[in-house]
């Protein structure tokens, strides 16, 4: 069983900061793709970022030069990091990873629960 577990969510100021995580767990053999995802109230989920084993990156367009996304793969973590928050920042941001398990010659997606990130005075 493969789990995805966010941390990081809650109540930020605009102009705050923002640093989510996202650890993978379970019978992984290989990570290649993780990314970032939100989807804002009556809107569909997008892409924020994504990020390759070997440590390229792909930015939404709409995303670029306001989000960093890394990741340690020694921990099987991804991480998303935003300064200077804006309201139109608010979401439930979901982890999305591509591995493969022990055993499989396939990968599939898995995807974390969700945080929800709240950007308010």
Do not use: H
Request: glycine share 12%.
């Amino acid at each position: 069983q493969v789990q995805l577990v966010e941390s990081g969510g809650g109540l930020v100021q605009p102009g705050g900061s923002l640093r989510l995580s996202c650890a993978a767990s379970g019978r992984i053999r290989s990570i290649d793709d993780m990314g970032w995802y939100r989807q804002a109230p009556g809107k569909q989920r997008e892409l924020v970022a994504a990020i390759r084993s070997g440590g390229s990156t792909n930015y939404a367009d709409s995303m670029k030069g306001r989000f960093t996304i890394s990741r340690d793969n020694a921990k099987n973590t991804v991480y998303l990091q935003r300064n200077s928050l804006k309201r139109e920042d608010t979401a439930v941001y979901y982890c999305n990873a591509n591995l493969k398990q022990y055993g499989s010659y396939f990968s599939s997606d898995y995807w974390g629960q969700g945080t929800q990130v709240t950007v308010s005075s």
